[in-house]
């Protein structure tokens, strides 16, 4: 089982904040993945990283970044939080192209 | 285009019976198939996989079957417990090559309740 680890769980902010989502794993994962999901819906990849200094875009668009200077530590950035980020965000890592292991997810509330 | 379903969004059975989740897909070049069990405000947790050069694989009370004609695959839960009542995701991977290399692919997932 995979150690992976997100912070903060949860966070409620105002329109136009900056924000980062943290994400690390102590399991020397190289590949890591963010997604959204709403509720009811399914998740859906908005980025991922096969390395350090590798990220790619997912199949849904968003206006977060990410970067990723070391192994362990992949966090997402929202320069300007608006209302239609409001999500849940899940974070994973894996050593295999299949099985990812999810961290618990950080509820994001932007009004 | 959504390219794994869950048509059911909800089940309900009683404990000690079976559970049977379903899931369709429609991309051929998936090879790797996922069920994820997710209880509210925790990450999806690895249940079982199965690779496409198989039919079936088990694990302990869960069992997955996978019917690459019908590009249908279902989770299998005996006994079910109470303990089971989360929402249960399938998701598919392709490590033959194309969009789908890499990344896995979810459904909307259906919610399981297991009464006792």
């Known amino acids: 089982e995979a150690d992976i680890y997100q912070t903060p769980r949860y966070l409620v902010i105002g329109t136009g904040k900056k924000i980062t989502l943290e994400c690390s794993q102590t399991m020397g994962h190289d590949k890591m993945y963010w997604y959204q999901q709403d509720p009811g819906m399914e998740l859906h990849l908005i980025h991922y990283?096969?390395?350090?200094?590798?990220?790619e875009k997912g199949d849904l668009s968003s206006e977060s970044t990410v970067s990723r200077i070391r192994t362990e530590h992949f966090p997402l950035t929202l320069e300007s939080a608006r209302p239609s980020h409001t999500s849940q965000y899940l974070c994973?890592?894996?050593?295999?192209?299949?099985?990812?292991?999810f961290g618990p997810g950080t509820r994001l509330t932007v009004l | 285009d959504q390219q794994v379903k869950q048509n059911s969004p909800s089940l309900s059975v009683q404990e000690g019976r079976i559970s049977i989740l379903n899931c369709d897909y429609t991309?051929?070049?998936?090879?790797?198939f996922l069920w994820y069990k997710k209880y509210p405000a925790e990450g999806p947790t690895f249940l079982i996989s199965?690779?496409?050069?198989?039919d079936k694989n088990e694990d302990g009370r869960f069992t997955v079957f996978l019917n690459k004609s019908a590009k249908h695959l279902s989770l299998h839960i005996v006994p079910s417990q109470p303990g089971d009542s989360a929402v249960y995701f399938c998701a598919a991977s392709g490590k033959g090559g194309g969009t789908s290399y890499g990344k896995l692919t979810f459904g909307q997932g259906t919610i399981l309740t297991v009464h006792p």
């Open positions: 991309n051929s070049m998936f090879d790797y």
């Open positions: 199965i690779s496409s050069i198989k």
């Open positions: 990283s096969y390395g350090v200094n590798s990220t």
């Open positions: 994973a890592s894996s050593t295999t192209w299949d099985t990812q292991y």
